[in-house]
């Protein structure tokens, strides 16, 4: 080529030299460089995968990390990072392992909600059973009417009226609340209405 | 473009077209042998690639390692739709790419004297291609690229735009504007005016 400006450029490249030569097993080199990123990539994937069980566990439970323990045998360890093995079946077995880890963890995680909604449905149970019963509110509720009927005929004939109207009342306290404390109290007062006329009401 | 295979006992063999196709094939099957044949044919080339991009300076075993890893780490994705040759380059020109942007490790390199095999070189006394090669440097990577590929690398102003993915127009346009920065410096370092 007759460009000078080219010619200049080749001929600074060629003054350059070739550079320093590469070291031997560059191949090998790349392919354990490419194994360890593999490693250090699985490892950090499977570390977050664990940390987000994790949490997402403690959340679901609703307690703070730290106050809890979970509770589950043979409890596995956090993997640890180890990013310079380079055999490929070691890598595999590390893979299996922490494999296993995430399927313990999920197990126990897996317990424990369970063990949370029983929990919760006992005590929904609990709270069923402390409940009042119906029948026997209603019957509270009767005798307070039937109370207060008997305390306003008391009033009425409590200073020593004895009258026709008072026995009426009082009968009919005994006939509309018959198993209340008042309809009781309204035949005491029917008797001594009864005895004090002489049995003429 | 043919490979040059160094095989146990510095006999070297070229590697013709048929011969890397099957290499390809098996290092695509995870075949580390055939990969490591194909690193030992390849790697001069990227090697003297990288160090011409970089301004035959800085650390190109890094770049070279970090090129074969590319390949290593997608060799399901290469689908032979041109030589392993041009893809090669094409990464190489990518990772001294990503090496430039990273200008910081750059200029800590830089304020380290005497530190890579290219020390040495801004202090060019009176050797003119050292001045080239200091000019040529300094130039924006867009036009180092195409003097690199086209000067040196001797390939055509297409195969550089399909390398650098761009039209021939535009390589054509940066070739022409390198050209100028060059005569400019040049000039002005007091290199004979008549060989530029």
Redesign the interface.
């Given at each position: 080529m007759s460009d000078p400006l080219a010619r200049l450029i080749r001929d600074a490249d060629a003054a350059a030299g070739p550079g320093r030569p590469l070291a031997d097993g560059l191949a090998d080199r790349v392919r354990r460089k490419a194994l360890r990123r593999t490693q250090t990539r699985t490892t950090g994937v499977t570390a977050s995968v664990l940390l987000l069980v994790g949490l997402g566990g403690w959340w679901l439970l609703g307690t703070a990390p730290g106050n809890t323990h979970v509770a589950s045998p043979g409890e596995p360890k956090l993997p640890a990072v180890t990013p310079t093995v380079a055999d490929p079946a070691e890598l595999r077995a590390e893979i299996d392992r922490l494999e296993s880890d995430i399927r313990t963890r999920e197990a126990a995680v897996d317990a424990l909600l369970a063990y949370e909604r029983s929990r919760a449905r006992l005590a929904e149970l609990q709270k069923e059973l402390d409940r009042p019963d119906p029948l026997e509110e209603l019957r509270g509720q009767i005798a307070g009417v039937a109370d207060v009927a008997l305390e306003s005929a008391e009033r009425r004939c409590g200073s020593g009226v004895v009258s026709t109207a008072c026995a009426a009342t009082y009968r009919r306290i005994v006939d509309l609340f018959p198993q209340t404390p008042a309809a009781d109290t309204a035949r005491q007062r029917l008797n001594e209405i009864e005895t004090s006329t002489g049995g003429v009401s | 473009m043919t490979g040059t295979l160094v095989i146990t006992g510095g006999i070297r063999v070229d590697v013709t077209a048929s011969e890397e196709t099957r290499l390809w094939s098996a290092c695509a099957d995870g075949d580390?042998t055939a990969?490591?044949r194909l690193?030992?044919a390849h790697?001069g080339h990227v090697?003297?690639l990288a160090?011409?991009l970089v301004g035959?300076s800085g650390e190109?075993?890094d770049i070279?390692?970090d090129v074969?890893?590319a390949v290593?780490?997608h060799r399901a994705r290469f689908r032979g739709d041109c030589r392993l040759s041009t893809w090669l380059t094409v990464l190489t020109v990518n990772q001294c790419r990503k090496r430039h942007r990273m200008r910081w490790l750059w200029l800590l390199r830089q304020a380290t004297p005497d530190a890579e095999?290219?020390s040495g070189?801004h202090r060019h006394d009176g050797?003119?291609?050292?001045v080239?090669?200091d000019a040529?440097r300094q130039l924006p990577v867009a036009y180092r690229e195409v003097?690199v590929l086209r000067?040196?690398e001797d390939l055509p102003v297409e195969r550089v735009g399909e390398i650098l993915g761009v039209r021939p127009n535009t390589v054509n346009v940066r070739l022409m504007r390198a050209?100028q920065r060059?005569?400019e410096k040049?000039g002005h370092v007091g290199?004979d005016e008549?060989?530029?």
């Open positions: - | 580390a990969f490591a690193v030992t790697q090697a003297r160090y011409r035959w190109v075993e070279v390692q074969f890893l290593w780490t095999f290219g070189e050797d003119a291609t050292a080239v090669r040529i003097i000067y040196l050209r060059l005569k040049l290199v008549g060989a530029i």
